[in-house]
């Protein structure tokens, strides 16, 4: 095969969508080929994405819990004197009842960055936290399975995604983090809207948000977020670290 | 207190993986578990061998550490190419098989992935989904077919009733198409390629 017609295969490769013989021969022209392989990575990090969606309509989505122990039981090689108790490491679960689903089962995993955890003598405030938590992961989830919803992307000025907003067609939304580091001590995220031209605040999110509800209203435009003094203030006072048109709230 | 796990990057897990730091194992099981299963799971439509290549995947990253090379794109890439290329091997192999052997559903649990993850990832899975369907509906078909379906692109060729060179360029076109609305919607550079 000349290089144009691995080339044309790529991305078929990629998918193994190829027949075997192609597939041998594809691979080691890769191997020897640059350019080649960086379209092999790009479209496998493309396919990979592909797959995060990949479980929608399927009926299971989450391995059992089961799975992981008998992965732990597997590369336990015999000469290892002390496997360690997997209970240890699953202290990031321990509030945790196992017969809940996906975003409820891991709840507590969320609290203790919300919370900002690094002990465990919190356990009574924790069980709260976890609750709400949990149901606010169920909300979402039923959120974004209803087709009338919407997705505000919002971004820094660079273009990054920083966060994200899902808006019901109630106009009860969710903020979530997309990688907004922990503000310093004294400080909050605060997250504003424009409506009918004035910038409003829709609230403070705390320090470290990573699920938030709040509510929008059909004459706010553009959602944007920024860090202020602890407690909020009434108008912004530092720069818009990400934002994101809201299109159309019903 | 160890160190933590949690804000570590996938690959100096693999690094930490590769001294047998079962911990770290865990932690890219976590992050990752979800979306390798789903994938499986997508394809095969059955919960037992979709957790038995899920191991696999998992297990051989363990024993395996340096196979996967971080210039060669993300973590979840490389596991998703190797969940994908495994239950294709599997579908191809083994239809007739049907294979069943239950896991213990009672047995008690380890540690599943993690909800921050989980939630990037839903969000992740929006925007994918908002991106996949501005794809022209002919190429997102034959993309579908090979990747979601298992069938080679010779398969969806015969299956569409157009030529092979067209397939095959459908995909590839569709792939890239994606590629750079999904670096425009505000994934790294890492979490799409080049
Ligand atoms: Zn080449």
């Not at chain 1, 960086?38 to 819990?65: G, K, T």
């Not at chain 1, 975003?103 to 203790?112: D, I, K, P």
């Not at chain 2, 995947?57 to 973590?75: A, Q």
């Not at chain 2, 979840?76 to 896991?103: G, K, N, V, W």
Request: with cysteine; net charge negative; hydrophobic share 40%.
């Amino acid at each position: 095969m000349t290089h144009d017609e691995v080339r044309s295969l790529l991305g078929a490769y990629a998918l193994d969508a190829v027949d075997p013989r192609e597939q041998e021969e594809i691979a080691r022209h890769v191997e020897l080929c640059p350019s080649c392989l960086e379209q092999v990575i790009q479209h496998r990090e493309v396919a990979a994405l592909l797959a995060l969606d990949a479980d929608l309509d399927a009926p299971l989505r989450e391995p059992s819990d089961a799975l992981w122990a008998s992965i732990a039981t597997s590369i336990a090689a015999p000469d290892v004197a002390v496997v360690l108790p997997l209970q240890r490491h699953a202290r990031r679960r321990q509030f945790v009842k196992p017969t809940y689903s996906v975003l409820g089962a891991v709840a507590a995993a969320l609290l203790l960055v919300v919370v900002g955890l690094g002990t465990y003598n919190h356990h009574l405030s924790s069980q709260v936290h976890n609750l709400q938590t949990n149901s606010l992961s169920y909300q979402l989830e039923s959120a974004l399975a209803q087709p009338t919803h919407q997705t505000v992307l919002m971004r820094s000025p660079k273009g990054v995604q920083k966060a994200s907003a899902v808006i019901t067609k109630t106009g009860t939304a969710y903020f979530v983090d997309h990688g907004l580091a922990a503000t310093g001590h004294n400080k909050t995220y605060q997250l504003w809207a424009i409506s009918n031209g004035q910038v409003i605040s829709l609230g403070v999110l705390g320090s470290h948000p990573t699920l938030v509800s709040f509510k929008v209203e059909s004459t706010m435009s553009t959602l944007m977020v920024n860090v202020e003094p602890l407690g909020g203030v009434a108008s912004p006072t530092t720069p818009v670290l990400a934002q994101g048109a809201i299109v159309n709230v019903a | 207190m160890e160190p933590s796990l949690e804000n570590q990057s996938d690959a100096s897990l693999v690094i930490a993986v590769a001294k047998s730091d079962q911990r770290a194992l865990e932690e890219i099981y976590r992050r990752h578990s979800g979306v390798v299963y789903g994938l499986a799971n997508r394809l095969l439509r059955n919960q037992a061998p979709a957790e038995e290549v899920t191991q696999e995947i998992f297990v051989r990253l363990w024993n395996e550490p340096s196979r996967y090379d971080p210039e060669r794109g993300s973590l979840r890439s490389f596991l998703c190419a190797q969940a994908h290329s495994r239950t294709i091997d599997y579908l191809r192999a083994e239809t007739a098989r049907r294979r069943r052997h239950d896991l213990d559903a009672a047995t008690p649990s380890g540690p599943r992935y993690d909800v921050e993850a989980e939630v990037v990832n839903m969000l992740a899975a929006e925007t994918v989904r908002v991106v996949v369907a501005q794809l022209p509906a002919n190429e997102r078909r034959a993309i579908e077919l090979a990747y979601f379906q298992g069938m080679t692109y010779r398969e969806v060729a015969e299956f569409l009733d157009e030529p092979e060179g067209t397939i095959k360029s459908r995909i590839r076109n569709g792939l890239s198409t994606l590629h750079l609305q999904l670096a425009r919607a505000g994934f790294t550079r890492n979490e799409v390629g080049q």
